[in-house]
């Protein structure tokens, strides 16, 4: 299940009223702006009208024109976000150079953007609330939100937003997926769509995840992936010795975990590695054959850099329980999310040879992961549906960048190929991973990832361009038409 979000460490100091600064890096720190808007809770039911929560926006409009500049909407995903990150950090140069307004809208039950704000008689995720928690129901909330924005009627009336301004949305990952999909179901909203790692397909069995973790640590030697495979394999065997079990789960600090959790924990917390774009520090712990050594190296890494992976939120116990305890916790709905519609279940790649985890992360338990928390044997996952409704890898719709990382495990589910209308682009280069462009652009980043961001520029000169003209020309028509009138 790894978490797929782009890491959302917002660091966030209020200054009171409703700005709050963001450090991006080292030595730049912005100032954004968070609101609150209401959004409707079910956008497919006639009384739509009967129910509003508070879903959670914020704004960064140091270098806003509302004459001339552009409208980004940086769409969110499966945990919380307080506006630009670090993450995204690529959106403070982007408003810079379009005279942007940048708007980040949280999504439904992530974060504080809970329809069902947990009580003594609610809890925010059961079964019977998350019911309302749907990709489409994600697209609807943009659509009405975009909508309103379009016509003023939000944030005080401070920006002066008109039809003058396009709009494009941003996303990575799954977010990256509902910016693709946005394009398709309401392309009268936005002139174009970023992509980035937009997972797209849906695939239940998804072991094309796992078999990129080989490949790409591939990349540092053969002896990379080796030695991790032998790592876990002497885990797997440390694990299932009751001499030996305790103190291995101590050390991991994941004493509450079931050895199958366990081996779950274990290698989805080293694909993170390579997930976010350390494919070369985790060969680096493993660049050795003796297992005590990695054991030891794997943890100091860990305790030195501060980042611990929390094991509690890989029980079952914690999966199952439908109350929101703080804004960071996503686990349980995303678990939702994937067990609902998306699979994407990593299970070991079935490449022989190329596994780089154990057998027991097969797709029994993935679902037994998902019948369990939600008590009910529908939520297993239904990729047709979802494909069917978006198009999957056939999806057709105009003016969508797509972007691959190629180290990203996640690019096997997006789209990689050009065709009318949608540009795909490859970023090819080392610990080029998930999202990678959208990060704060570092005199480091190598070519190819400098020609993704100017690729991507060229491509939104040419829909805001061509959006000034058709909006010039409309503009022209009605005049015309009063003067013949
Ligand atoms: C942001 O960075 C500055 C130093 O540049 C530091 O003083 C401040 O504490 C940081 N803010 C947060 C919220 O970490
Ligand atoms: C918008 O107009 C201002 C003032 O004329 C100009 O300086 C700026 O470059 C323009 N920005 C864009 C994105 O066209
Ligand atoms: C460590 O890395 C080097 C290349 O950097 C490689 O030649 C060597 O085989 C690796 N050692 C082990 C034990 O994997
Ligand atoms: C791990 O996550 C759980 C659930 O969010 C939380 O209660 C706990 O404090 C976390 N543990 C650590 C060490 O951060
Ligand atoms: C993504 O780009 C890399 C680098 O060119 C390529 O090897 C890989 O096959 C691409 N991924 C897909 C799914 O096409």
Redesign the pocket.
Known sequence: MKAIFILAIT???TLGDNTFQT?IT?SL?ITQQVWQFDQILDHFHPLKTDTIWKQRFCTFSQYWNPLNGTVFISIGGESQMKGISPGRGWLVQLAQTYNALVISLEHRFYGVSQPFPQSDNDDSFSVQNLKFLTHDQALADTAYFISQVKQNLFADNSFKVSNMNPFITVGGSYPGALSAWFRYKYPHLTVGALASSAVVNAIEDFWQYDNQIYTSTLKSGSWCPSNIQAFINSIQTEVNDPDTKAALLIQFQAQQLSVDEFLFFIPDNLASFVQYGQRTILCTIFNTTDYETQKSNLVDYWNQNKNFPNATVYSQNFLNNPKKTQDSDNMRQWLYQYCSYFGWLQTPSQIAGQAMRTSSNSISFFEGQCTQAFQNSIYVPKPDEVNGFYGGLNLLATNIIFTNGSEDPWQWASLTKSKNGMIAIVSDCDDCAHGVELSYPKPTDSQALQNTRTTIKQNFDKWISDFRSQYVFSYVQSQLKKINQ
Do not use: E, G, H, I
């Open positions: 660091l966030s100091l450090n080292d720190t």
